[in-house]
């Protein structure tokens, strides 16, 4: 058995850690891709995990057509799939799963706009996943998937603050941990919460931090032209987004 990627222990010691907190209401489940797709996480750290200097684009957490599907950031189905080459990996469920957000992995059927437009983007740009890798790392900075009785998303920002405070301090650990393995060119928020994260949890270490639109449908100005944005975005952080030659 060959061994596990840095980036993907360090993700496991963060599980491991949160599998320790409790929330109450308004979340009524809880589910973390760390814990029954942590096969596809590890795979997506040992292919895509290794290599210095690059920017480290950050978003807040999974969402449920997402990363709590596939175990990847952003981890819309097709793309983990099809262009990133995640597949044949095992993907359990979560202990109690929502009726409304079940739980079918590379089955899934529902595309996430998100991830659809982050690796979209990936794609477009850069032709090839070594393209873009050698250039940039897509991490969360918080893995847990919050939902309502609803079936509804709950962002971690809007959890009660009691609990909010143990989770965001193991997720600052966590971020700062990956940030000193992976030793970034800069850290770049998708959206404003995960750059203030960023800032909070990566303090005293000498690393830019920027914030890009996130690509939320929920966004006019993302849904304007999400991919124009966040490229012209990067390059006025001085990030120069290779366009794919071809």
Known sequence: MSPVHPIAAAAAELSKH?????????????YDPLQ???????????LYGSGEGRVLLVG?????????????PFGEVAAVRDWLGIRDVPIGKPAIEHPKRPIQGLACPRSEVSGARVWGWAQQRFGTPEAFFAQFFVANYCPLCFMVDSGANLTPDKLPRAEREPLFAACDHALRQSVELLRPSRVVGVGR????RARVALQGLDVPIGQVLHPSPASPLANRGWADEVTAQLRAMGVWATRASG
């Open 193 to 196: 919460f995960a750059e203030e």
């Open 18 to 30: 949160l599998k320790t907190l409790r929330f109450g209401p308004p979340t009524a489940c809880v």
């Open 36 to 46: 029954y797709a942590f096969a596809s996480f590890a795979r997506y750290a040992e």
């Open 60 to 72: 807040m957490n999974p969402g449920p057509w997402g990363m709590a599907q596939t175990g990847v």
